[in-house]
């Protein structure tokens, strides 16, 4: 059959032409040099991709070419795609069959090239979004990540023609896509915050959205920022757990609470129903940023609360109002807690170092502990009752292994004055024995 | 006391008794120091008897019950922190009082004729107190513990065509577990105390029969003695007061740790280690490469270990120029270099983790 002599390739892809290649992928030749072509084809194809189980027309030519064309092969081999044995052409389209780029790269073929950044959301959508695909591979994978894509700030950036912004193969990668459980993938929870701060930390980037980009310096000293990057705690929240992945946008002021109460459930109820719920949402303020903040959020102390010079609740309450007599009063009940629990685990701590077995009782302390915990999550409903209540239950507990504490440190005393005394005892003992010796001693037989 | 003595004679034979006590005397020499640690090893042993006796009626074996056992006695039963921690304190002070007392006597060729019986069951019971400390460690079943014995278990389960049947004998089946510590339990209470105790008697019946040896080197030379009953005896007493507060000691300032419980589904915690007596070996082993010529590097190692007891355990039947009188250097040779050796590799087994 005699083959199309052209070089119809789509604008902006590269024809193998250019990169003066002949051998190996046919580009208008004879019937002969074909056979050839095709023996080469096959032989350095072989060496090639040898390590390549897709024999794809794309795969052999890309290989050839090397560079950046290679490099995309060898990426490919890490593609959570390719491990499902997919290939080039079930994104891209074209015939891998065929070794001549007129026909593989044929628009007529059905190839479609690289998508333009605008066409990606929809590209990837093709399977991503067609729940009958996917669950041919992945029934558990969720296909509602382009609808969410175009409610996202992302998405409606790119649909009124803002290119720069973030769509599938901006997180995602490309042609080296990996499962998001990957330890390697962009969008691993410990790595989605550096992922975001690909672009959120960009002054450039940002300075047409006009936000700040302080957002990752931020994170990484918060709380949370901690406990992901440095303690690889991957329950702690990343970017994506506040703003959402494909339908990221920044909570509001009405719904930020409800993001927080995700995790900090006995907060957020608490709230809900405090004094303090109706009296933010009047002020049109953010619940839980008021107090905590947001990116840079620390750990909260016990400081805070009260009418100290650290505490935050005289930045609204003044001395002589309800709230400042209640903030001072749940202060001191948390404060009497903690002071028990930390003088408890000192002397649990001391006895255990002296060698009093100790193991229940501080496991009893962590009972303690949780009623602190405890304690200190029912400030939000901004109730001393509350507080009080949870604060006396717990030292009742508080005050029996702070009790234990102070045997085990009187047994420490009680075990080496016994000691001591016997010491004496045998001192005595060895004393009487020697001066009996010396008394009974016939001495050395001489023989 | 004359009195008592009196009484008892009228009834029993005793003046012929307290005839064959008097008869042993010790030799007065530079070295006389050394004839305190078999007194020692004794008086340690019977603290091992009795603190085990106490310990055995709270300690319940088995995979369920040993560690919180254990827990119980040293929280809950009056005194049983002190008694469980004067047991592994002691148990450890036997081991190296044994390890003195029986390479004191090697060193100063006192195996020789004709003593021969006196070293073999010197020996045996050297063998069986590793045993002891081996068996012992394990009872608590604390997570150091149930680890190290895997590990000496799986050493032993590398000699060849005996090893498997050994390490499953050992165990009681493939694996550490309940059955290990039930017949560990049992070699440690009933089979070692018993075999033990007969060669306890046996060695200080010869003791008493043959007497004290006096050094190879001051054969002949030696003119003063000490009678044994009661000179020695007594200054034995002292020693075994300061021990014993030694004991307590250690006891009540560095208490016995009881750890974690075993779980045999957990990972080896990092830097198992076997008891202190073992470490020597133990470092030994991880020093050899993993083949050797056409063998396993710790089989040769195990093998060579191995073939040293033996020679020791003979020792008295293959050098016989001490029994003739010469002087014997190899013995002292050999002997001052596996002191050497063991203190080494103790130490390097303790500082490079």
């Given at each position: 059959m005699q083959r199309r002599a052209t070089t119809n390739v789509p604008q902006g892809v590269p024809t193998l032409r250019h990169r003066g290649y002949s051998a190996?992928?046919?580009?208008?030749?004879?019937?002969?040099?074909?056979?050839?072509?095709?023996?080469?084809?096959?032989?350095?194809?072989?060496?090639?991709?040898?390590?390549?189980?897709?024999?794809?027309?794309?795969?052999?030519?890309?290989?050839?070419?090397?560079?950046?064309?290679?490099?995309?092969?060898?990426?490919?081999?890490?593609?959570?795609?390719?491990?499902?044995?997919?290939?080039?052409?079930?994104c891209h389209g074209g015939?891998?069959?065929?070794?001549?780029?007129?026909?593989?790269?044929?628009?007529?073929?059905?190839?479609?090239?690289?998508?333009?950044?605008?066409?990606?959301?929809?590209?990837?959508?093709?399977?991503?979004?067609?729940?009958?695909?996917?669950?041919?591979?992945?029934?558990?994978?969720?296909?509602?990540?382009?609808?969410?894509?175009?409610?996202?700030?992302?998405?409606?950036?790119?649909?009124?023609?803002?290119?720069?912004?973030?769509?599938?193969?901006?997180?995602?990668?490309?042609?080296?896509?990996?499962?998001?459980?990957?330890?390697?993938?962009?969008?691993?929870?410990?790595?989605?915050?550096?992922?975001?701060?690909?672009?959120?930390?960009?002054?450039?980037?940002?300075?047409?959205?006009?936000?700040?980009?302080?957002?990752?310096?931020?994170?990484?000293?918060?709380?949370?920022?901690?406990?992901?990057?440095?303690?690889?705690?991957?329950?702690?929240?990343?970017?994506?757990?506040?703003?959402?992945?494909?339908?990221?946008?920044?909570?509001?002021?009405?719904?930020?609470?409800?993001?927080?109460?995700?995790?900090?459930?006995?907060?957020?109820?608490?709230?809900?129903?405090?004094?303090?719920?109706?009296?933010?949402?009047?002020?049109?303020?953010?619940?839980?940023?008021?107090?905590?903040?947001?990116?840079?959020?620390?750990?909260?102390?016990?400081?805070?609360?009260?009418?100290?010079?650290?505490?935050?609740?005289?930045?609204?309450?003044?001395?002589?109002?309800?709230?400042?007599?209640?903030?001072?009063?749940?202060?001191?009940?948390?404060?009497?807690?903690?002071?028990?629990?930390?003088?408890?685990?000192?002397?649990?701590?001391?006895?255990?170092?002296k060698g009093v077995e100790v193991s229940e009782a501080l496991f009893s302390l962590r009972d303690v502990r949780t009623g602190l915990v405890n304690a200190r999550a029912l400030i939000h409903a901004f109730n001393p009752d509350t507080v009080t209540t949870a604060v006396t239950q717990a030292m009742v507990l508080a005050n029996q292994v702070q009790q234990e504490g102070v045997q085990a440190v009187a047994e420490v005393k009680h075990r080496r004055s016994g000691y001591y005394i016997f010491t004496i005892i045998t001192i005595v003992l060895v004393l009487v024995l020697y001066a009996w010796t010396r008394a009974t001693d016939r001495g050395p037989i001489e023989k | 006391m004359r009195s008592i003595l009196a009484w008892l004679g009228e009834?029993?034979?005793?003046?012929?008794?307290?005839?064959?006590?008097?008869?042993?005397?010790?030799?007065?020499?530079?070295?006389?120091?050394?004839?305190?640690?078999?007194?020692?090893?004794?008086?340690?042993?019977?603290?091992?008897?009795?603190?085990?006796?106490?310990?055995?009626?709270?300690?319940?074996?088995?995979?369920?019950?040993?560690?919180?056992?254990?827990?119980?006695?040293?929280?809950?039963?009056?005194?049983?922190?002190?008694?469980?921690?004067?047991?592994?304190?002691?148990?450890?002070?036997?081991v190296l009082s044994v390890f003195i007392h029986m390479f004191s006597n090697f060193l100063e060729s006192t195996y020789r004729k004709p003593r021969e019986l006196t070293w073999l069951t010197g020996m045996i019971m050297f063998f069986i107190v590793l045993g002891f400390g081996f068996s012992g460690y394990l009872l608590p079943w604390n997570e150091l513990a149930f680890f190290a014995t895997k590990v000496g278990t799986d050493i032993a389960g590398v000699l060849p065509l005996v090893g498997k049947p050994l390490l499953v004998f050992l165990r009681g089946g493939d694996e550490v577990s309940g059955a290990t510590l039930s017949r560990f339990f049992g070699f440690h209470?009933?089979?070692?105390?018993?075999?033990?105790?007969?060669?306890?008697?046996?060695?200080?019946?010869?003791?008493?029969?043959?007497?004290?040896?006096?050094?190879?080197?001051?054969?002949?030379?030696i003119k003063r003695r000490m009678p044994f009953f009661p000179d020695f005896a007594m200054r034995d007493l002292m020693l075994w007061f300061l021990v014993f507060n030694l004991v307590a000691f250690l006891a009540v300032f560095f208490p016995w740790e009881l750890g974690s419980k075993a779980d045999p589904f957990s990972a080896a915690p990092a830097g198992i280690k076997p008891e202190w007596y073992f470490m020597f070996m133990f470092q030994t082993l991880k020093f050899l490469p993993a083949k050797i010529l056409f063998f396993e590097g710790e089989f040769l190692g195990i093998a060579a270990f191995s073939l040293c007891g033996a020679v020791l355990f003979l020792w008295p039947f293959l050098e016989r120029k001490s029994s003739l009188g010469e002087q014997q250097p190899l013995a002292k040779i050999f002997g001052t270099a596996a002191i050497l050796f063991i203190i080494i590799m103790t130490v390097i087994g303790y500082t490079r983790g």
């Open positions: 190996g992928c046919r580009v208008r030749t004879p019937r002969t040099t074909s056979i050839l072509a095709l023996v080469a084809f096959f032989a350095l194809g072989f060496v090639a991709v040898s390590a390549q189980t897709d024999s794809s027309s794309c795969v052999v030519c890309h290989t050839q070419l090397g560079g950046d064309y290679a490099a995309v092969v060898q990426r490919f081999s890490n593609d959570i795609h390719g491990k499902n044995g997919l290939s080039c052409h079930n015939d891998p069959t065929s070794d001549d780029v007129d026909i593989s790269m044929n628009k007529a073929k059905g190839f479609l090239g690289a998508p333009a950044a605008q066409a990606i959301p929809e590209f990837c959508g093709r399977c991503h979004s067609n729940p009958g695909f996917i669950q041919r591979y992945n029934p558990s994978l969720p296909t509602d990540q382009l609808d969410k894509y175009w409610t996202s700030d992302h998405g409606r950036q790119i649909k009124a023609g803002n290119t720069k912004v973030a769509q599938c193969v901006s997180c995602h990668s490309v042609h080296d896509i990996r499962s998001v459980k990957d330890p390697l993938a962009p969008v691993y929870p410990l790595n989605v915050p550096q992922t975001c701060a690909h672009c959120h930390s960009n002054k450039e980037i940002m300075a047409s959205a006009k936000i700040p980009t302080d957002q990752y310096d931020k994170y990484k000293s918060s709380v949370h920022g901690i406990a992901l990057l440095v303690k690889g705690d991957l329950g702690a929240p990343a970017c994506n757990s506040c703003h959402g992945n494909h339908a990221a946008v920044p909570p509001g002021f009405s719904s930020i609470g409800r993001v927080c109460y995700q995790c900090h459930l006995v907060e957020g109820e608490r709230f809900t129903l405090s004094p303090h719920k109706p009296a933010f949402d009047a002020l049109q303020v953010e619940e839980c940023v008021f107090c905590h903040s947001q990116h840079d959020i620390q750990h909260p102390t016990d400081q805070e609360l009260g009418v100290g010079q650290d505490a935050l609740c005289v930045e609204c309450h003044d001395k002589g109002d309800k709230g400042y007599e209640a903030a001072a009063l749940m202060s001191r009940e948390i404060d009497s807690l903690r002071v028990k629990y930390e003088t408890a685990l000192a002397l649990l701590d001391d006895a255990e170092r | 009834r029993f034979q005793i003046t012929d008794l307290i005839g064959f006590a008097k008869k042993k005397d010790v030799p007065i020499h530079h070295g006389f120091l050394w004839y305190y640690f078999g007194g020692i090893s004794l008086f340690l042993f019977v603290v091992q008897v009795f603190t085990g006796a106490l310990l055995l009626l709270y300690y319940k074996p088995g995979a369920d019950s040993a560690f919180e056992s254990v827990q119980f006695i040293i929280t809950k039963v009056q005194y049983g922190w002190l008694i469980r921690s004067m047991h592994s304190w002691s148990a450890n002070l036997m209470v009933a089979i070692l105390p018993g075999v033990f105790f007969i060669f306890l008697m046996a060695h200080l019946a010869f003791i008493q029969f043959q007497g004290m040896s006096d050094p190879l080197r001051l054969e002949g030379k």
